[in-house]
């Protein structure tokens, strides 16, 4: 089956220490998102990339990273910089055509915890 | 930028009842988008919408796009406990020409027996 997977589902870290979240797509779409969900808040756009080698800064990059080596891979870096990184996590992907909008699919989600 | 509200917060409707939800936008839409979210799971793709006064129907849940395309409502007929969950509208601002997506803030849904 088709689908985006994400790792871990929870995840636990320590102040001062960077930890990394998989995101994983089968569907062999261009485009993947990064999202920050926090309570009482939509969705907010940390990281994007329109293609492999390539991916710009969203709306609240500052104490992430990314990185896009594969097609399907597209793992995100929550650095010791982030302030306040204790959120829900969800990575997306769509199929990347100019004239057309896409439709963003969604994985399961990662909760981060900063203890 | 643009900005999504969506009325209401939260709803608490009996089971079988009928409820609609909305998401106006301060700009007009390219596209948009709506999403259910089960708590702590990933958010499931419902509809999307381009067209001024588009309507498209899934099983009991229907959107519409107004003519303007700068609001969408989500109609549920005869709820279930199975529709309860967060629902979410996203937007696509079409401005870079590149598919980011706006997000409002959701509509919590129960539906009590």
């Known amino acids: 089956d088709g689908g985006i997977t994400q790792s871990p589902k929870y995840l636990f870290r320590k102040e001062g220490q960077n930890v990394t979240l998989s995101c994983e797509q089968n569907?062999?779409?261009?485009?993947m998102y990064w999202y920050r969900q926090d309570p009482g808040q939509g969705l907010r756009l940390i990281y994007y990339s329109q293609i492999v080698n390539d991916f710009q800064k969203g709306d609240i990059a500052e104490g992430y990273s990314v990185s896009r080596e594969k097609k399907e891979s597209f793992p995100l870096t929550v650095t010791s910089a982030q302030k306040n990184p204790t959120a829900f996590y969800l990575c997306a992907s769509s199929a990347r055509t100019i004239l057309n909008t896409d439709t963003q699919y969604f994985g399961p989600g990662t909760r981060l915890t900063v203890l | 930028s643009q900005e999504l509200e969506q009325s209401p917060q939260s709803l608490i409707v009996q089971e079988g009842k009928n409820l609609t939800i909305n998401c106006t936008s301060s700009?007009?839409?390219?596209?948009l988008y709506w999403y259910k979210q089960k708590y702590g799971e990933g958010l499931i793709f419902l509809m999307m919408?381009?067209?001024?006064?588009e309507e498209k129907s899934h099983e009991k849940i229907t959107a519409k796009l107004d003519e303007k395309k700068q609001q969408s409502s989500l109609h549920i007929t005869a709820s279930q406990p199975s529709h309860a969950g967060i629902y979410l509208c996203?937007?696509?601002?079409?401005?870079?020409?590149?598919?980011?997506?706006?997000f409002g803030t959701g509509t919590r849904l129960l539906v009590s027996p």
């Open positions: 700009k007009t839409l390219y596209g």
């Open positions: 996203g937007a696509d601002p079409r401005i870079t020409g590149f598919q980011k997506l706006v």
């Open positions: 569907l062999n779409h261009d485009a």
């Open positions: 919408l381009q067209k001024g006064g």
